[in-house]
């Protein structure tokens, strides 16, 4: 049991939720390694949603809303940390969810699948190996995706790092939306729009974001997306980190 007043309470919540998944199956050893380097990173953003971070999440909310088949990709960590809020963000934006593992095992892929549905989640794409097929340039179990799914997607949110299948599916003509926080990642520098924070933080965000942006007209939602540089955004939020870094040499 963690205090509340525990200094690294929220922290710890994560590690407890990230620890679970793994026993349940839910997540594979790897995950563990993937969630705590991103918990260092998250230390030098502050552990909050900077103003950089901010932008990025409206340009993606405006990049979704404008999609004809928006698809959210979810992985373990994922589930584990936010099966809930994205089962609402893809209500929100009739979006399909599709489970997609470096590590897949049928027992892996069912346990996600109950998550999702216990928290609502009414179709979900990635499950049966007769809808996959295999996407070229990817040799690994990240390049068998859904056919009615990722595959004719046009938009994808593809939520923690992943850069083998993010610069397939770039190649491929999709637009990726990539949460990472990571700026210097093969993730981060091939997707179209990067959001580097913590996605406990940007899933809530982004559902407020889609939700107010459905009041603006399709031309408004384009010049959103048009006028952000993921480039100049990666710049920032490394700049956010330095920063950090330059404050702790002061001391």
């Excluded at 990635?126 to 996959?132: A, I, K, M």
């Excluded at 997306?225 to 955004?233: D, G, H, L, S």
Aim: hydrophobic share 40%; glycine share 4%; charged share 25%.
């Amino acid at each position: 049991m963690i205090n509340k007043d525990h200094p690294r309470y929220e922290s710890l919540k994560l590690r407890d939720k990230i620890v679970e998944a793994y026993k349940s199956g839910i997540l594979a050893d790897a995950g563990m390694i993937a969630h705590g380097r991103g918990e260092a990173f998250d230390y030098l953003i502050g552990e909050k949603t900077t103003q950089t971070s901010l932008n990025a999440i409206e340009s993606a909310a405006a990049a979704l809303l404008l999609a004809n088949n928006p698809v959210i990709s979810i992985n373990g960590n994922a589930t584990a940390l936010v099966a809930e809020k994205i089962v609402d963000l893809a209500h929100v934006l009739n979006a399909k969810i599709e489970i997609n593992l470096f590590y897949r095992t049928p027992q892996r892929v069912k346990a996600i699948e109950k998550i999702l549905k216990e928290h609502g989640a009414h179709e979900i794409m990635g499950t049966e190996d007769n809808d996959q097929v295999q996407m070229e340039d990817i040799s690994s179990h990240r390049g068998k995706v859904s056919h009615e799914g990722i595959y004719k997607a046009d938009v994808v949110l593809v939520p923690l790092e992943d850069g083998d299948r993010t610069e397939a599916l770039v190649k491929e003509g999709k637009f990726v939306i990539a949460i990472d926080l990571n700026p210097l990642s093969r993730t981060s520098k091939t997707a179209s729009i990067t959001i580097v924070d913590n996605i406990t933080r940007i899933i809530p965000c982004l559902i407020s974001e889609v939700s107010f942006l459905k009041k603006k007209s399709p031309d408004e939602l384009k010049k959103i997306v048009c006028n952000f540089n993921n480039a100049r955004n990666l710049e920032e939020s490394l700049k956010v980190m330095l920063n950090s870094i330059k404050e702790f040499d002061s001391l």
